[in-house]
């Protein structure tokens, strides 16, 4: 069975950097295409980064040049290196991925950004 489960969300002041990671179980993550999602209340979930069998790796223009989101295959393990974060960035961040046509989700971790 697939699970995806989250780690590394908390509260950081502006400007500051966190590293969320989604370990995974069931799938092989450098096989597929892994996303990081993120949901602010009242807003829709947004596609924030997605890096396709570990290599070639896309943003969201907002947060183009700040995150990153890398593979580590011997852990299978996906992260999210957040820098220069700013109170727009604040919401539940969620790992994804699609597998034979099927959607499967984090438990979510919270991020929160604030002086």
């Known amino acids: 069975q697939v699970q995806l489960v989250e780690s590394g969300g908390g509260l950081v002041q502006p400007g500051g950097s966190l590293r969320l990671s989604c370990a995974a179980s069931g799938i092989i993550v450098r096989l597929n295409a892994m996303d990081w999602y993120r949901q602010a209340p009242g807003k829709q979930r947004e596609l924030v980064a997605t890096i396709i069998r570990g290599f070639r790796t896309t943003y969201v223009d907002s947060v183009q040049g700040r995150f990153a989101i890398s593979i580590d295959n011997a852990k299978n393990t996906v992260y999210l290196q957040m820098n220069s974060l700013k109170p727009e960035d604040t919401g539940v961040y969620y790992c994804?991925?699609?597998?034979?046509?099927?959607?499967?989700w984090g438990q979510g971790t919270q991020v929160t950004v604030s002086s």
């Open positions: 994804h991925v699609n597998l034979n046509g099927r959607d499967y």
